[in-house]
């Protein structure tokens, strides 16, 4: 039975490394060469002749490469010898891990190349990525330098920032790390992701909060201006009003007698103008056509007094 054996230093590589297996007989035939055989999961993949011993070399390998194998040596007269023992090689073809963010506060949006979050508000940057192998960790760069690292829980990590400043800005990208057989092996880096931090809207939102409120006050002292000054204007009007009535009412009053004094001038000018039988039948005779006169007098008076107290009410 043939011995094989890895002469490359572990059996976990990494896609695009190279692996190389020696196959060796332990009696071997003088003069006569040997085929050898490589077996890949018992199917062969490679053949070499010689004497003793090959070496096969596979060149940048990837996950096909993956799995466990054996070789064998058989001669001209078809004596074949058993399967040698096996070895197993791993690939590890880590995935590109996924980069993403989150705002908790929402204090963020969408710009033409990337999130912008608002200066002094929370975010979260998330690293994720499909793999085979259990555990491992994320790191974050920022350009090309590591600013933090987290294990990951379920493939993925989370890195917090609770306050957001400019220093915070710039491309971000995530490389997950996996410990396999005492190697550790790095993913290819994620996406780019540009992070910019903008100026808090907080003093913006202060200052039109202020000048809403100031413009408020503004016009509710002005409405209450305008109310009192047209409570002023009621009164005066009312005022007013009252006044015109009195006059009226006094008017009305001294018009009584004013008719009397008349009739009296008047016939006090009748008396030095007209003959005597008159000024006797207006003292002495008091007949029913003089007292219709001086009703007919009193009513003017009156209606005069109404028509004073109806204008006063109009104007």
Known sequence: MPTLSLTSTNAVVSRGENIQFRCTTPKPRCNANAEFQLFRNKSSISSQKHVSSVTFNLVNVDVSHQGSYSCHYSYQNNTNSPLSN??????????????????PDGMFFEGPQGPVITRGHSFTIICSTESQFPGGSFHLFRASNITRSESAVNHSASFFFPEADYSHEGNYSCVYEASISSRSFCSSASELLLITITASLAPVIGAAVSAVLLLLSVLIIILLLKRRQKQRNKETHLKCSFTKGQAALHIMKNGDDEPDYENVRHHENMDHDDSEPDYINVDSDHSEEDYINVDVTEKSVVDKSDNIIHESCCD
């Open 86 to 103: 096996t070895v197993n090689i791993t690939v590890v073809d880590l995935q590109q891990p996924s980069i993403s963010h989150s705002a």
